[in-house]
């Protein structure tokens, strides 16, 4: 199951998404018409929103750089990749387009936090030599960063709010991670006993929304057109 956007409480989380980010960003912004030329063929069309067949490109190479390169000497590795991608990418869009008829969106002051939030975990200069070293302008990652912060914001609304957190969860949750709950980053303050039912239930619900995701991105599957371009995707396949 793919694992939705989480909110942005820790370091460890707020470094994925920075890469999680920088590798959209890199694959574009978007097509408008296919065009004669390949590249700038749209692959992928969901409503008003595309992917032409170069931002694939880009996102396949960049998914891939995370592997051993001897990996890919197998082709059936590099199929799964793209699968991968794709799928990803679909999801995107079909979020995209979720949020529109919500009349969802994220504001400059969101955003601006967002990356204030990323930026406290990296030396001075290392978050644009990050950037530099995947190719990724800083204004398209920024506008990158407000699409994860938008798909974020639906999922919150869509599937985080709607979950109910009963005493018996509570309680389950305790009893199998009590060692874990009872610890303190101050060796000789515990956790007081609310603040230690507030880290069950935010779990709880990340979790319960996880395990929702897979059933919830596959009903608005079916509610929007997806059109991918056979022709270009055969090409891609085979290439």
């Given at each position: 199951m793919t694992r939705p956007l989480l909110t942005i409480p820790a370091p460890e989380f707020r470094h994925w998404l920075c890469m999680v980010v920088i590798v959209a960003a890199a694959a574009g912004a978007g097509c408008s018409d296919a065009t004669p030329v390949q590249e700038t063929a749209c692959l992928l069309r969901v409503g008003e929103d595309v992917v032409t067949v170069l931002e694939f490109e880009k996102a396949v190479e960049l998914a891939k750089a995370a592997y051993p390169h001897r990996m890919f000497q197998e082709p059936r590795a590099q199929r799964a990749i793209q699968f991968r991608v794709l799928r990803e990418m679909t999801e995107e869009l079909i979020l995209r387009q979720r949020a529109r008829e919500l009349g969802l969106s994220v504001s400059d002051a969101e955003l601006n936090e967002a990356e204030r939030q990323i930026r406290v975990d990296y030396p001075e200069g290392v978050f644009e030599e990050t950037l530099l070293e995947n190719a990724v302008s800083y204004s398209t990652w920024k506008e990158k960063l407000r699409a994860r912060l938008l798909a974020?914001?639906?999922?919150?609304?869509?599937?985080?709010?709607?979950?109910?957190?009963?005493?018996?969860?509570?309680?389950?949750?305790?009893?199998?991670?009590?060692?874990?709950?009872?610890?303190?980053?101050?060796?000789?303050?515990?956790?007081?006993?609310?603040?230690?039912?507030?880290?069950?239930?935010k779990d709880l619900r990340r979790i319960k929304a996880e395990e929702a995701y897979g059933d919830w991105i596959d009903s608005l599957r079916q509610k929007y057109l997806i059109d991918l371009n056979i022709s270009q995707w055969r090409r891609i396949a085979e290439s």
């Open positions: 974020q914001k639906l999922i919150d609304q869509e599937l985080s709010s709607q979950i109910r957190i009963s005493a018996q969860d509570v309680a389950a949750y305790y009893k199998a991670h009590r060692e874990e709950l009872d610890e303190s980053d101050d060796p000789g303050l515990q956790p007081s006993p609310k603040a230690i039912d507030e880290r069950i239930v």
